[in-house]
T-cell receptor, first 112, second 114 residues
Framework: GDSVTQTEGQVALSEEDFLTIHCNYS??????LFWYVQYPGEGPQLLFR?????EKGSSRGFEATYDKGTTSFHLRKASVQESDSAVYYC???????????FGQGTKLSIKP | GGIITQTPKFLIGQEGQKLTLKCQQN?????MYWYRQDSGKGLRLIYY???????QKGDLSEGYDASREKKSSFSLTVTSAQKNEMAVFLC?????????????FGPGTRLTVL
């Protein structure tokens, strides 16, 4: 079946560091890919999505590019802030069954 | 805009007890979901419902029942709580039958079983 793999379970950075969280997927065709962010005490919320090869999604300084060749959708940010501390989930859409498949999540901690 | 309300916010139960979690949404969305969130395991789908009175099993449905009483509400029942179980249950909703549909999540119910 379709699946999503996030390599990093936890990432610890300092303010203004560069962030990369790796996301690889396994699915046929061109599923829509998503990044969700979950702040403490809240439910996840959509950061952005992409649905075509080479399409870039972006929001709040975060970005990711849909890469069909490497089946990846890595999340990057050039300069992280303490307020970016959260859990980040990569997900893909199983349109036929009307559901999302989530990765394991990556907890990002930023030291001031 | 809209909002998803989950009750209760915290739920403490005893081993073997039957426990019910409730979710309400005012987005007028057709599809609703229940997920279980465990540290290091991401979000796992328990049940979802495409429309009122519809139920679809997710990957983690064993040990749970669900009920979609009306379009705006979706309940989840833990049929027999497991000792030392701790997890957060998240409810979500989205528009049905639409590509790239965003799911909107509630704040969660945190379950602890003694």
């Amino acid at each position: 079946g379709d699946s999503v793999t996030q390599t990093e379970g936890q990432v610890a950075l300092s303010e203004e560091d560069f962030l990369t969280i790796h996301c690889n997927y396994s699915a046929s065709g061109y599923p829509t890919l998503f990044w969700y962010v979950q702040y403490p005490g809240e439910g996840p919320q959509l950061l952005f999505r992409a649905s075509r090869d080479k399409e870039k999604g972006s929001s709040r300084g975060f970005e990711a590019t849909y890469d069909k060749g490497t089946t990846s959708f890595h999340l990057r940010k050039a300069s992280v802030q303490e307020s970016d501390s959260a859990v980040y989930y990569c997900a893909l859409e199983d349109y036929n069954q009307g559901k999302l498949i989530f990765g394991q999540g990556t907890k990002l901690s930023i030291k001031p | 805009g809209g909002i998803i309300t989950q009750t209760p916010k915290f739920l403490i139960g005893q081993e073997g007890q039957k426990l019910t979690l409730k979710c309400q949404q005012n987005f007028n969305h057709d599809t609703m979901y229940w997920y279980r969130q465990d540290s290091g395991k991401g979000l796992r789908l328990i049940y979802y419902s495409i429309t009122e009175n519809d139920l679809q099993k997710g990957d983690l449905s064993e040990g749970y029942d669900a009920s979609r009483e009306k379009k705006s509400s979706f309940s989840l029942t833990v049929t027999s709580a497991q000792k030392n179980e701790m997890a957060v249950f998240l409810c979500a909703s989205s528009i049905a039958g639409q590509n790239y549909a965003e799911q909107f999540f509630g704040p969660g119910t945190r379950l602890t079983v003694l």
